[in-house]
């Protein structure tokens, strides 16, 4: 990566980041204006345009990359080769520090955004999270039959259902 690419992507995150405070301060996404965004970032209004071209391509963007990099710290924790039970407590604690970064108000928006917008591109993702959660929770269960930490007994179906979105 050369040094323009490089500071382009700083830049980026720093108005990501700015974004995501603001979206996270029990405000909601009317009452964030792009001033406050770029006073945030400390960058022009016009920065901001460049790399997104408009406030809801950022917001969808602060969105979508909350929920992917949940999903990357999930996937570590299940392939980190731990025992069942480790993996299990550390996906519980990962989806509480998730839980912890963000406010009541921001979880909202985010629920409102994937289910009001109609946003094919966020959509996928939240369905691709959904199946990519499930065939994780599926390999550590496997996992945990083979250590002799899961009964047999127990269906994929009911443990999915007994352990719904754990990371």
């Given at each position: 990566m050369n040094g323009f690419e490089k500071r382009r992507e700083e830049k980026e995150k720093q108005i990501l980041e700015a974004t995501f405070n603001l979206l996270n301060t029990n405000a909601s996404q009317e009452n964030i204006?792009?001033?406050?965004?770029?006073?945030?970032?400390?960058?022009?209004?016009?920065?901001?345009?460049?790399?997104?071209?408009?406030?809801?391509?950022?917001?969808?963007?602060?969105?979508?990359?909350?929920?992917?990099?949940?999903?990357?710290?999930?996937?570590?924790?299940?392939?980190?080769?731990?025992?069942?039970?480790?993996?299990?407590?550390?996906?519980?604690?990962?989806?509480?520090?998730?839980?912890?970064?963000?406010?009541?108000?921001?979880?909202?928006?985010l629920m409102n955004y994937i289910t009001e917008k109609n946003d094919n591109e966020l959509s996928l993702l939240m369905q691709q999270f959904t199946k990519e959660n499930q065939n994780m929770m599926l390999d550590l269960f496997h996992r945990g039959r083979k250590e002799g930490k899961v009964a047999l007994k127990y269906s994929d179906e009911f443990l999915i259902n007994f352990f719904p979105n754990i990371d």
């Open positions: 204006t792009m001033e406050k965004i770029a006073k945030e970032a400390h960058v022009g209004k016009t920065t901001i345009f460049k790399y997104f071209d408009s406030k809801e391509n950022l917001i969808r963007k602060v969105f979508q990359s909350y929920i992917e990099q949940l999903i990357e710290d999930a996937r570590e924790i299940v392939y980190d080769d731990r025992p069942f039970e480790e993996t299990l407590i550390a996906l519980s604690q990962n989806k509480i520090n998730y839980l912890n970064k963000i406010t009541q108000q921001f979880y909202l928006e």
